[in-house]
């Protein structure tokens, strides 16, 4: 899949709903490409109490759940469709999930087509004392 097969992938899960004032959903989407080839997908999910999870975390947790934990590429979009770059949380997730995934992959740009790594965005990893 091409970095604007993806983009559009992306786009297509977009479906933002306020379904009250304490959850709001599908304002964002992400596509990760696993390390096994495979396509993942996710929105976000806002809850008021703190609980909710982006984009990125849903399409991992999905994409974990296939048994996979290295990521390729990224693509996330917001509302308008939108290029996006992960948030801190999301960095240090993905991080967290595999070593590996320093070398992934965001989509920055579409014209002219532009990426930037996992590692680029993340350079200074959280860790604890027992490494």
Known sequence: ???AEMLALA???????????????????????GANGK??????LDLACGL?????RNAASTMLTDGERTVRRI?????????????????????QLSRENVRAEFLVS???????TLGEFL???WQTGRE
Do not use: I, W
């Not at 909710?52 to 990125?56: I, Q, R, S, V, W």
């Not at 693509?75 to 991080?95: H, I, N, Q, Y």
């Open 52 to 56: 909710g999870f982006c984009a990125e």
């Open 1 to 3: 899949m091409t970095y």
């Open 110 to 116: 579409e014209h002219p087509l532009r990426v930037r």
């Open 39 to 44: 396509y993942y997908t996710g929105v976000n």
């Open 123 to 125: 350079p200074d990893p």
């Open 75 to 95: 693509v996330c979009v917001d509302e308008k469709g939108a290029l996006m770059t992960p948030c801190g949380s999301c960095r240090e997730f993905l991080f």
């Open 11 to 33: 786009r297509s899960k977009l479906n933002p709903q306020v379904y009250d004032k304490y959850f709001s959903a599908g304002f964002v989407s992400a596509v990760l490409e």
